[in-house]
């Protein structure tokens, strides 16, 4: 069985070693990464997965910032070992993390990448949403997770100040333990099991269409 946990101090290097090599050198002066300086990473739905030897496949992490006033989840960096990549497990931790963030009440979410592959998820071009340059507005992505949530949201991207639970999170935070646990799932390759996402994969169909 494959395992998706939620990543513990224990796993900095091993996660920092797999963004090394999945990505170029310099990611981190990367724009995106000034919002995250300083700022505690969305701890429940940031996720590993390892193979059942417990070598790390793949790893997602969150960070919450501003667009405007508003609390948005930053999605990112994933990535998956190169040896892994193609097999459908991006998109395992794609759908579980989605899926927690819904149930821990947070509404939207941005990220900064391509949409021919975040598509797929429901994420949407968002106008009118500024990330800090240089970004390619192209690039710059959201997802509803509750009907309506980036609905007249537009502005800078910030980095999150407060330390204050977000409006919204501190009604579902009775719901931590449904997204702070450690999960088991099938490799996605068998096909004998036919959704191993849950609600997210149902769920963004309805909310999906409203991004942007
Ligand atoms: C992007 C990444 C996370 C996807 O995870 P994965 O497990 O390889 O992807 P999945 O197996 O879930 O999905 C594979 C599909 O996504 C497509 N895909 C993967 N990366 C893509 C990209 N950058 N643009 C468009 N499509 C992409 C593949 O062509 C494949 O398409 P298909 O289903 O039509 O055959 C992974 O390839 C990776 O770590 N890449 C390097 C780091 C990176 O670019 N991270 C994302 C930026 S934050």
Known sequence: MYEICPETAADEYEVESLYDLCFAPGRTALSSYRLRDGVSKVADLCLLLRDPTGILLAAIRYWPVRVGEHSTLLLGPIAVHPTAQGEGLGGLLMRDSLTRAQKLGWGRVLLVGDA???????????????MPP???????????????AWVDIAGLVTRETSQDVPPGLAEAAGNSHLSSACIEVEHPRDDTI?????????????FGSGSG
């Open 116 to 130: 021919p592959y975040y598509s797929r998820f429901g994420f949407e071009k968002l106008d009118g949403v500024e």
């Open 134 to 148: 240089p970004t390619n507005p192209d690039r710059v992505l959201g997802l509803e997770l509750q009907p309506g």
């Open 194 to 206: 036919a959704d191993e996402s849950g609600d997210f994969a149902t769920d963004q169909r309805s």
